[in-house]
DNA sequence: GTGAGAATGAGAGGCAATCTCAATCTTCTT
DNA sequence: AAGAAGATTGAGATTGCCTCTCATTCTCAC
């Protein structure tokens, strides 16, 4: 179930350890924005228990290659979320934190804007 | 010159002291987008010198008196700059953190939209 | 000038995230 | 299938930004 084949070739050489299966199974199946001290209380339930180094370190690896994106919303943490095809946005409530996915054709329209206005080429936010 | 006579008004009732005097003469002189850090450095430069904990109590104050504005941009740190008529954004350069001013009437038109399709009041970013 | 109430400094504390390094695991080579 | 090279892991130390605590100092209305 958890043990991925197609994981193998995701990894793109990065050994596939038991580690990394737990965690991008943990992810694809929170089906919402989560944050790394979630998915280490998450795997701590699992038979094989994982450490926050490990959760950390590997979410760099997955959002190197491409698997999982970073979401620097609210104040303090990152919120991570499987690799979507067609990009999206997002809104966070003052109050209660609430994330909310957002898409729109402005946004392109923002984003090409700016590269012609001031040569940035839009990556985040 | 940094004795601001205006500034008695401007602070609603909150003392007027020589810190937040010295604070507001640096943001205003800065010219740019200037983080807790800095301030705190060249305000140790003046004959007054300062401590880290009166940087950070006093922006929250003029956060509230609403006298300058917080910017959440990069990773780690806020950036604050005295707060203008017309609302602007800002590009971020992943590179060097380099920070650009950005305005467009496309922001407003994407404001709007959040609004009606799904309730927010767009504050930030 | 006095006094009530607010601001300040120095250091402790909080929290997300990174780093260190010895022990363990993966994968490639025989 | 065993061995070896190289990558990953856990635990705890560390960093960086920011807030909190509280005894002392300052501000301002009277
Ligand atoms: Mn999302
Ligand atoms: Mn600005
Ligand atoms: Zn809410
Ligand atoms: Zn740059």
Known sequence: MRGNLNLL????GHPVTAHRQLLLHLIRNAH???DAKELYRRGANEEESISLSTVY???QVFKKLGLVEERR???MRCYYEIKQKPEHHHLVCQRCGKIVDFESPLIRKLMDEVQHQHG???TKK
């Open 9 to 12: 070739s995701e990894m793109k």
């Open 32 to 34: 919402d924005h989560i």
């Open 57 to 59: 370190r590997n979410l």
């Open 73 to 75: 919303l609210g104040q």
């Open 120 to 122: 940035f080429n839009v």
